[in-house]
């Protein structure tokens, strides 16, 4: 079974460029997560997805940051414009269900750099 | 919210010694308390997890224990051995089913 797929891998930008993330979850999943992980810290949740509804986006700084999971399955994340503070690793993760006590499986993220 | 804190930041122990990492966390409601490591430069990976209707748990080299009524858990390694590098986050899910995570403990086995 494959897991969860996130690209790119890295990606250096300036600052107010904006940039995108994708995240494909392990199939089946119907719940994906956002992530943001500064470094030397545990990983934060942005935003949470049952199916194509957001019902969690209450940490999601939303003057900058969107995020969309249109068919339920892929998503994107997206930053614009980005600023320094934003350099991060930035995860995605999937479970089965979206109650908190379901296992939740990470991808490998995708390290953003803002200069 | 759910508040979780994790001890001690960075923990050094002899190759074939236990390590012991202690988290506590502050929502009474929370119950379920996943263990995950992280190698540099890759995922998050779960490794053990215990919920509030279990005391202790127990995989291979590896234990979980959790105490409700004061609201800490910690894990267990034994044997540690060289592949046991690496940073531990435990989390806590909180009542409305969100997982904090601690801040992570960089564990470093010495030869």
């Known amino acids: 079974e494959a897991g969860v797929v996130q690209s790119p891998r890295y990606k250096i930008i300036e600052k107010k460029q904006p940039v995108a993330f994708w995240c494909n979850p392990i199939?089946?999943?119907?719940?994906l997560y956002w992530y943001r992980q500064n470094l030397g810290q545990g990983p934060e949740l942005l935003i949470r997805?049952?199916?194509?509804?957001?019902?969690?986006d209450s940490q999601l700084p939303k003057d900058r940051f969107s995020a969309e999971r249109l068919k339920g399955v892929d998503s994107t994340l997206k930053i614009q414009p980005a600023e320094l503070g934003d350099s991060a690793v930035y995860l995605c993760?999937?479970?089965?269900?979206?109650?908190?006590?379901?296992?939740?499986?990470f991808g490998p993220g995708t390290r953003l750099t803002v200069l | 919210g759910e508040n979780v804190e994790q001890h001690p930041s960075t923990l050094s122990v002899q190759e074939g010694d236990s390590a012991v990492i202690k988290c506590t966390y502050s929502?009474?409601?929370?119950?379920?308390f996943p263990w995950y490591k992280q190698e540099l430069g890759k995922r998050p990976q779960l490794i053990i997890d215990?919920?509030?209707?279990?005391g202790e748990k127990k995989d291979q080299r590896i234990a979980v224990t959790l105490n409700k009524t004061a609201k800490h858990f910690s894990l267990h390694i034994t044997e540690t051995q060289p592949e046991d590098s690496a940073v531990y986050f435990c989390?806590?899910?909180?009542?409305?089913?969100?997982?904090?995570f601690g801040k992570g403990t960089r564990l470093h086995i010495l030869p």
């Open positions: 993760a999937s479970s089965s269900a979206g109650s908190g006590t379901d296992t939740q499986y």
């Open positions: 199939s089946g999943h119907n719940t």
């Open positions: 997805y049952e199916n194509e509804e957001a019902v969690d």
């Open positions: 929502d009474s409601a929370s119950n379920y």
């Open positions: 215990i919920r509030s209707n279990v």
């Open positions: 989390a806590a899910s909180s009542g409305d089913d969100k997982i904090i």
